[in-house]
């Protein structure tokens, strides 16, 4: 089996702003302007997207997991082309548009284990990704990483590579705050919150989403290198979530003490608690 780099199928689907980028179609979204720091925030899905090999278009789910055992030099071949299409389109991005930050999803990972074992990931998908961080740092854009569910065991390879931040770092990653400690000096951890025992389940009590608010502010937020960012399923988290973003939130920050910055910490990772200050004094 051999891969070629190929213009995306959907690309004739253009987005309404992307009239410079050649294979724009469904898979990018751009968010509002920001603020100072980070004046535009791209999200663009599906680099190798391991949950389906980027492959879910082209095989069932379970297929391309046990392909990945099965076949793995073809799996490498594939990996290599897509990450070559997405390079080009990163490349056009980075040109066309003066973007911060672009976001690219790849979720290797259930709530409690990866799709693969941490040695394949390495062998198959980090040269890829290496590839990818390098083009986008080369164009004057950040990269963060997301990534659902157990994570932990290739945090130090991300931080490796040069991943700048993480999302949406999930609960299932108990030792997230040790993470946080020994890392946050190098990469920025972009939520942490429970989302199977709290944030998802129907009918949470407003008090259970104000106690995860406070506990992710107090393990995660001390030092910096911290955005607030929560994700899930429903809606019923959001109206209670806000009420301890603006109540304990504000409180947590108007506090110098907690406001102080590590000096070695990258520039812009400081300046990323000034950009989350900012977003919980200002209305929303």
């Known amino acids: 089996m051999t891969f070629k780099a190929a213009v995306h199928p959907i690309q004739t689907g253009r987005r309404a702003g992307f009239k410079g980028i050649d294979a724009a179609g469904g898979f990018i979204t751009i968010g509002s302007r920001y603020f100072s720091h980070f004046e535009i925030f791209l999200k663009a899905q599906y680099i190798c997207e391991i949950r389906t090999c980027s492959a879910i278009s082209f095989c069932l789910n379970h297929n391309a997991l046990m392909a990945l055992i099965e076949h793995p030099e073809s799996c490498k071949d594939f990996f290599h082309a897509m990450a070559d299409w997405k390079i080009e389109y990163f490349k056009k991005i980075g040109k066309y548009y003066d973007i911060d930050i672009l976001n690219a999803h790849d979720d290797y990972d259930s709530n409690d284990r990866m799709f693969m074992s941490p040695d394949l990931w390495r062998s198959l998908i980090k040269p890829e990704l290496t590839r990818i961080v390098e083009v986008c740092h080369n164009a004057g854009m950040l990269y963060q990483h997301h990534s659902c569910g157990f994570i932990e065991p290739i945090v130090p390879h991300l931080v490796e590579i040069g991943c700048d931040a993480i999302d949406t770092f999930q609960a299932c990653n108990k030792n ?34 104000k106690k995860e608010y ?10 910096g290198s911290y955005v607030i960012y929560p994700i899930g399923g429903t809606f019923e988290f959001v109206e209670p979530f806000l009420e301890g973003h603006f109540s304990y939130g504000m409180q947590f920050y108007a506090n110098p003490q907690n406001r102080q910055r590590n000096e070695e910490i990258k520039g812009w990772q400081a300046a990323v608690l000034d950009f989350m200050l900012y977003n919980i004094q200002t209305d929303l």
């Open 176 to 209: 997230t705050p040790e993470l946080k400690r020994k890392y946050g000096d190098k990469i920025t951890f972009c939520g942490g919150f429970d989302n199977m025992n709290v944030l998802d389940v129907p009918g949470v009590s407003p008090e259970a989403v």
């Open 214 to 223: 406070r506990r992710v502010i107090d393990s995660l937020a001390p030092g």
